[in-house]
Every structure is written in structure tokens, then in C-alpha cells.
């Protein structure tokens, strides 16, 4: 089993369509353990974490903010890792977890590094505390909101004390900082540009998944990229198919099904003829979804790729008027597709639920 795991600082949760925005990416993503940075939200429930992860088996602990300032909500797949114990900190929260299908156990520490020196100091001894709390393997990730060396940040940068401290953190717990894919910078302002965020893994980590990556995914609704840990080349299971429930509420879609089924002629028996028909009804079922449905996903990726264009040219330097409009207009055209998506999820599954309900009574 070779989990997923995202790390993001998303700027604030309390606004509502900023929460199904980032519900639609965390279903494209399909991550299996997810950490968020700077919540802003002092209370975390049930009801707002199925708001911002669509898993029905998620579970969920986390770091209340301060006032409006810092908080982190870290959630996982309960059908793909099970909770042992958990440790709530100053900066960061930590959980030791097992592996449901082949029961290997590794720790997992979010973190939200604060911006001051002395405080910073506090996080590194925070964390290299429990580092030894748990004698596993362990994996490290959020927001650090420092770098490593000058060349982290975009333009001219000297070393620093705490760019010397973060590199003797790694180096007394033995941690690796993997490579970065997707560009080099996980935080900017349109001005300055910087990774402070990123993984970092024990070497019985990377021993476990020789193969993992960390890479970094396009940036909506926040300042920070979010980051994908990819224990190495995840192999899902094929594809199967499914019935959907929202294909009951497409107009005309009984009436369509009813035509196609019609218009099936086999000789055999009946249990043949019954499975001949499923089959060539699957097809044609596959067929209309992508005609249907399918036109959302193109508008979403292919503005995700516009956007990943767009930021590599303001990296480049190119920060006309022009490009700058362009990449505005992207990202309000992606939010927009994002936020259509996910109310058009919830609205399907709330039609059906009612309907289904009216039924049981």
C-alpha cells in the first residue's frame, strides 16, 4: 500500500465556497491523508470536514487557531490507514498510523511554522520531541515558513541563522528533503517567491517507498502551491464501472435508457440475453457520461494547465499587464468551474437522497 498524502496552506476555512472549491481538488487529487495549514478556525467539526473532503470514512483531528491566526486540520482515509495515537502540539499535530492493508506502522507530524526566530526554535524542538516519541518511521510535512538555503528564495538572498538552524533540525533527525517536481517555489506574493513548504522523510521512509516524490500542484484560492507526497508509482486497481447516482437526475435519462435498451436484439437464453444487453447498456452509458458530464472535468484540467503556464512565465519574469489580467481571469474562471462542480455534486446527491428517503417511508 503506498499511501497519498497532500500538505497545503489554504489561508482560511471559514469561507464556505472556498471550501467546496478546494472539495472539488481534493476529489481530483484523491489523496488517502490530507494536512491543511493555517485554518484560521478555532473549532473543527464533523460538518466541516465532509464540507471541505467528500470521504464518507475520513477521520480527523486538529490544531485550533489562535484568534484568526495559525490552526492545522489534518484528516485521513480510514479505509486506507488506522489511527493508533495521536499528539496535539503548539505548532503542529502528529499521529501514529498503521497501514490497513499490510499493516506497516509510520508516524505523519503537520506543522505550521511561525515567522519568528524564537518561535521557530520552539517548533524545531517541538518536533525533534516527537520524533522520539515514536520509534517508526516517520514523515514530516505543511508549512515550515522558512527556507533551507538562499537559493530557495527567487532573487538575492544571504544565509541566514534560521536557514542554518532548519538545516541542522533535518540533519540531527537524519531527515531527507526530497526533490521537488513541478517547479521550484511553493509560496508567493506576486513579488517575492520562496519553498517554504515541503515533505521531509526518515530514511526508513524512503527504504519503505524507494520510489517517493514530492510534487508540487497548481495553486487556487491560497498564496501556497499545495504539495502531493507520492510514495512511487501508485498502481489503482482498474477502473470499474459503476452506476452513478447523478445520471438519475440528467433530464430525459430514463426515457434515453429505456430507447437504448429497446433497440438490443440477442437470441439465447434469457439470463444471455439479459447479460448481452448490460454489457452493450454499459458502453453506451460510458459513451453519454464523457458527452455529458465529462465536458466539466476538460474546462477544469485544461485551466489547470493554463494556470501552470501562467505562473511559469511570472516566475520567468514576465509580469506585464497582459499576462498578469490573463492569469487573474484563469484563476477566477477555474474557482468558478471548481465551485459549479461541487455544488452541482451536492445538489445531485441531495435530490437523491431526498428521493430515496421518500421511498423508505
Not at 165 to 191: A, H, K, Q
Not at 288 to 317: P, S, Y
Request: glycine share 8%; proline share 2%; charged share 30%.
Amino acid at each position: 500500500m503506498k499511501p497519498k498524502i497532500i500538505t497545503w496552506n489554504v489561508r482560511g476555512l471559514n469561507d464556505r465556497n472556498k471550501r467546496l472549491r478546494i472539495k472539488s481538488l481534493l476529489r481530483m487529487w484523491k489523496g488517502d491523508v490530507v494536512c491543511f495549514q493555517e485554518t484560521k478556525m478555532r473549532f473543527i467539526d464533523r460538518k466541516i470536514v465532509r464540507s471541505v473532503w467528500g470521504c464518507l470514512y475520513v477521520g480527523w483531528t486538529y490544531l485550533a487557531s489562535l484568534g484568526a491566526s495559525g490552526g492545522v486540520l489534518l484528516m485521513w482515509d480510514k479505509r486506507v490507514v488506522e489511527l493508533i495515537e495521536e499528539c496535539i502540539g503548539e505548532f503542529s499535530v502528529a499521529t501514529r498510523f498503521k497501514n490497513v492493508v499490510d499493516g506497516w506502522e509510520w508516524a505523519f507530524v503537520g506543522s505550521y511554522g511561525p515567522n519568528v526566530d524564537r518561535d521557530r526554535r520552539r517548533l524545531w524542538e517541538e518536533l525533534a520531541g516527537l520524533y522520539s516519541l515514536w520509534d517508526v518511521p516517520w514523515c514530516m510535512g505543511g508549512d515550515f515558513n522558512t527556507i533551507r538555503f538562499p537559493s530557495e528564495r527567487l532573487g538575492h538572498c544571504q544565509n541566514s541563522l534560521a536557514m542554518e538552524e532548519f538545516r541542522e533540525f533535518i540533519f540531527d533527525l537524519d531527515l531527507m528533503d526530497l526533490p521537488l517536481v513541478g517547479g521550484e517555489y511553493t509560496w508567493s506574493n506576486g513579488r517575492v517567491w520562496s519553498r517554504l513548504d515541503r515533505f521531509l522523510v526518515s530514511p526508513a521512509w524512503e527504504t519503505q517507498y524507494p520510489e517517493v516524490s514530492q510534487k508540487r500542484l497548481a495553486r487556487v484560492s491560497s498564496d501556497h502551491f499545495p504539495i502531493l507526497l507520492d510514495c512511487g508509482g501508485i498502481h489503482r486497481w482498474h477502473r470499474y464501472f459503476k452506476f452513478e447516482n447523478m445520471w438519475l437526475i440528467a433530464d430525459g435519462f430514463v426515457e434515453r435508457v429505456r430507447a437504448w435498451w429497446t433497440t438490443y436484439k440477442f437470441m439465447g437464453t434469457p439470463s444471455y440475453i439479459l447479460a448481452s444487453k448490460l454489457k452493450v447498456l454499459k458502453q453506451d452509458l460510458k459513451k453519454w457520461n464523457l458527452e455529458v458530464f465529462g465536458h466539466i472535468d476538460n474546462q477544469k484540467f485544461a485551466l489547470l494547465e493554463e494556470l501552470q503556464e501562467l505562473e511559469d512565465k511570472e516566475l520567468l519574469g514576465d509580469n506585464s499587464e497582459e499576462m498578469l489580467l490573463r492569469k487573474g481571469m484563469v484563476i477566477a474562471n477555474l474557482e468558478r468551474v471548481l465551485l459549479s462542480e461541487e455544488i452541482s455534486w451536492r445538489k445531485k446527491s441531495r435530490a437523491l437522497w431526498l428521493k430515496e428517503g421518500d421511498r423508505c417511508t
